[in-house]
Nanobody, 121 residues
């Protein structure tokens, strides 16, 4: 199986920056795609940014030009650099991974535990 561990959340003032990280670990798997979702109180969970293996990054319109998604060389860690943060960015951020399980010859989706990002003055 695959386990995801998130880190990097916290409290920041408007205009500040945070960097989120998500590390995938396990055996006999490879990553098809990695990304970030977020959910604010009373709101539906929404896609923030995704990147497939060997592919280009995709962003929600609300974060384009401010957020950057990146992966390591082995495509087992995904980062989200968040700049020029706004109060509207306040949410719990969840790492999302689509992993190919070699022993099953099938893909499965995994979620991180979530990390709180609060943007407030």
């Amino acid at each position: 199986q695959v386990q995801l561990v998130e880190s990097g959340g916290g409290l920041v003032q408007p205009g500040g920056s945070l960097r989120l990280s998500c590390a995938a670990s396990g055996r006999d798997f490879s990553i098809n795609a990695m990304g970030w979702y977020r959910q604010a109180p009373g709101k539906e969970r929404e896609l923030v940014a995704t990147k497939s293996r060997g592919g280009t990054a995709n962003y929600a319109h609300s974060v384009k030009g401010r957020f950057t998604i990146s992966t390591d060389n082995a495509d087992t860690t995904v980062n989200l650099q968040m700049n020029s943060l706004k109060p509207e960015d306040t949410a719990v951020y969840y790492c999302n991974v689509e992993a190919y399980l070699i022993y099953l010859s099938a893909a499965k989706t995994y979620w991180g535990q979530g990390t709180q990002v609060t943007v407030s003055s």
